[in-house]
Each structure stands twice: as C-alpha cells, then as structure tokens.
C-alpha cells in the first residue's frame, strides 16, 4: 500500500507521495512514486501512483518509451490534460489485462491507481485520479484534492483546511501532515516523502523535496503539528462536573 496525494489551489498544485512498496516486521522496500515530466515554457506533468508496482512500473516504462519514439500520442502531443489521464489509463487497462490469467491463478491484485497532474500552455492547470478500470476523474472546486492508496487517515486534515484560496505552501504543509498522519495509524505507509509545488502559469519544473523522517524540515513540522494539538486539545471545555478540578 502507499499514499499520495494532488492539491489544486487558486496559484497552483501540489503533489505528495509517499516510498513504501512493502511493509512488514523484517521486509520493508521503498520506490518512488511520484515522476515529473517537464518541458519548460511548454509543459509540465507529474504523475503519481498507487497499487501493484510491476502494474506502474510497467506504465511508466511505457510513457518513456513512446516519448523516446516520438509515437503519435505522448505526454508531449497531447494537447489537453485529460487526454493525458485518458491515455494513462488505457496503458493501466493493457498491463492488467496482459496479466489475467496468472492473476487468476495466485489470486494477486495487479490493480494500480494514478494521479495526472500538471499543465500545457494555453491551458489551465488541473489534476486527474485515474482508476484502475481506466476511466477518471477531476478535482471540484468543493474538494480541490485527490488521493489514492491509503488515504482515510490523510482526509480529515485535508477537509479542515484546504480550499481554492489556500497558498500552495500552505497546502504543501497541509500534505505532509496529511502524510504523517497516515504514517503514525499505517505500516504500509512510509518515508522518504516527496513534495512537489508547481506555480500556476510558470511551465516550469516545480520545487521539489525528498524527506526523511531525520530531515529537520520535517522533524520541526512534526513536532510543532504535535505541540499544536496538544495545545488545542487541552483547550477544549470541561464538563460540567470537572469545575475547581
């Protein structure tokens, strides 16, 4: 299991992955989720994924493959963002389909989620939750956020503060929460964490971090996230039979 997650905001979006392909008390493996493609002052697509991990690996070995052969369609002809998650999702179905009968056999899961994110020139930016079955969907301006993998844990903070007028450093903070929380209630989610934030309109290759849980960026967000709680909870009202206690 993994988590990631895309934020569109009035200013731009932002991308968080976690790195844990495997989880157990003596197996743990990590593998990057998040791939950034970018194209200065004409494009720029990041793509996250969740699910089996021969499944995305095999996508996006594909996606690089058609871009080294120029194929008709690839990330860089495509001429709107959708199209893109339309066509990551048909390369998603082709993977699983290849694998129907083995699957069939061993009863494993080949299923994988994608995020599509990004922007083409001329074009807004926008973000895209392809489903394992191909077909996909946008971000609202009533939720401005995608998920996929394990993502329960991670929606309360989202819910609570993110909205269109969010800044996207905010809305970055907010994903890394979103992150830890999930890593503290899930072994199948773990670090390094990667950060991407992409400024609306710029078509450039957006910030980017790679966290560790010993990265002082992150140890100082964790513990002033924690003392911040804390403070908060020890506010909330007594009961009424706690009064002179």
């Not at 990057?32 to 200065?40: D, L």
């Not at 990041?46 to 690839?74: C, M, P, R, W, Y």
């Not at 990551?88 to 083995?102: F, I, M, P, T, Y």
């Not at 995020?115 to 083409?120: D, L, R």
């Amino acid at each position: 299991m993994t988590y990631c997650l895309a934020i569109k905001v009035n200013k731009g979006l932002v991308f968080a992955s976690d790195s844990r392909t495997n989880a157990g008390v003596d197996y743990v493996t990590t593998y990057g989720k998040m791939h950034r493609f970018v194209w200065p002052g004409e494009r720029v697509c990041i793509l996250l994924s969740a699910g089996s991990l021969a499944t995305t690996q095999a996508v996006v070995n594909l996606i690089n493959k058609h871009l080294e052969d120029e194929a008709e369609f690839n990330l860089r002809t495509a001429e709107h963002l959708y199209e893109i998650a339309h066509y990551v999702g048909k390369l998603n179905q082709r993977e699983q389909h290849l694998h129907e009968k083995a699957v069939e056999k061993s009863k494993i899961n080949v299923e994988a989620s994608f995020i599509v994110g990004g922007q083409i020139a001329g074009r807004a930016p926008e973000i895209y939750l392809v489903y394992p079955q191909g077909n996909y969907i946008s971000a609202s301006p009533e939720t401005p956020y995608l998920q996929i993998g394990e993502n329960k844990y991670g929606k309360p903070i989202l819910d609570r503060i993110i909205g269109q007028e969010t800044s996207p450093e905010d809305a970055a903070r907010c994903a890394l929460v979103s992150l830890d929380s999930t890593m503290r209630s899930n072994i199948s989610v773990g670090p390094p964490m990667e950060l991407a934030i992409y400024t609306a309109d710029s078509l450039e290759e957006p910030r980017h971090m790679s966290l560790k849980l010993a990265s002082p960026f992150y140890k100082t967000l964790q513990k002033r996230w924690n003392e911040g709680l804390k403070r908060a909870f020890n506010r909330l009202p007594r009961f009424d039979w706690e009064d002179g206690k």
